[in-house]
């Protein structure tokens, strides 16, 4: 966060990103969007207290039926870690973090019933707003998985955008549902990080 504070990257918010991506003018300028998927606990931690030391706007995509709870679902390896409580998405929500949605249980899409896509798509959708009393936009595949079937799914329940996991830059005249991100790890030093930004 410091190499990006100190470079001519401009860290923005994403519904500025999204807004001129589908402007569709070309970027005037390098801009950087940082979003966190899962909404786990270590985002109120340590993460937050870190982009707002320099000013940096955030998304979170809190996964919707494990708010306060352990990360138990699916294959993931560190079941100690915690989601997000409610009080602090909702504190969260009034401190240039924007909230999205992620399923309720982080399935992956393309492999659940029509009918059951959708009922984890709306539902958290739902359950976000009425935690934060405000309209969630947007959108983030658990796995970056999704198919034109699960585009048409997010669009039907009002979302405006949605994330993929495709590793490349958004420029402009993207698919509003299918802007690409590029996944930090854990294992990427500064000059990883730096390499994923070009
Ligand atoms: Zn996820």
């Not at 300028?29 to 979003?35: E, H, I």
């Amino acid at each position: 966060m410091e190499f990006l504070s100190n470079s001519s990257y401009q860290v923005i918010s994403l519904s500025k990103a999204t807004e001129l991506i589908s402007s569709q003018s070309p970027p005037d300028a390098d801009y950087v969007v940082l979003t966190f998927d899962d909404g786990c606990e270590r985002f109120y931690d340590i993460t937050f207290p870190i982009l707002e030391s320099f000013g940096f706007p955030s998304a979170i995509y809190p996964v919707a039926n494990y708010l306060g709870k352990r990360a138990t679902w699916g294959n993931v390896r560190n079941r100690e870690l915690r989601i997000l409580s409610r009080s602090q998405i909702t504190e969260l929500a009034g401190l240039q973090v924007e909230i999205g949605a992620h399923t309720m249980d982080h399935v992956k899409l393309t492999t659940v019933s029509e009918d059951d896509a959708i009922v984890q798509v709306l539902e958290s959708k739902k359950i976000l707003e009425q935690l934060i009393g405000r309209e969630i936009r947007s959108f983030a595949y658990p796995h970056g998985a999704y198919t034109r079937e699960t585009i048409g799914i997010v669009k039907e329940a009002g979302f405006s955008n949605a994330l993929t996991c495709v590793a490349r830059a958004a420029g402009a005249a993207e698919s509003m549902f299918e802007i690409p991100r590029k996944y930090i790890t854990y294992y990427d030093d500064l000059n990883a990080f730096k390499q994923k930004l070009l």
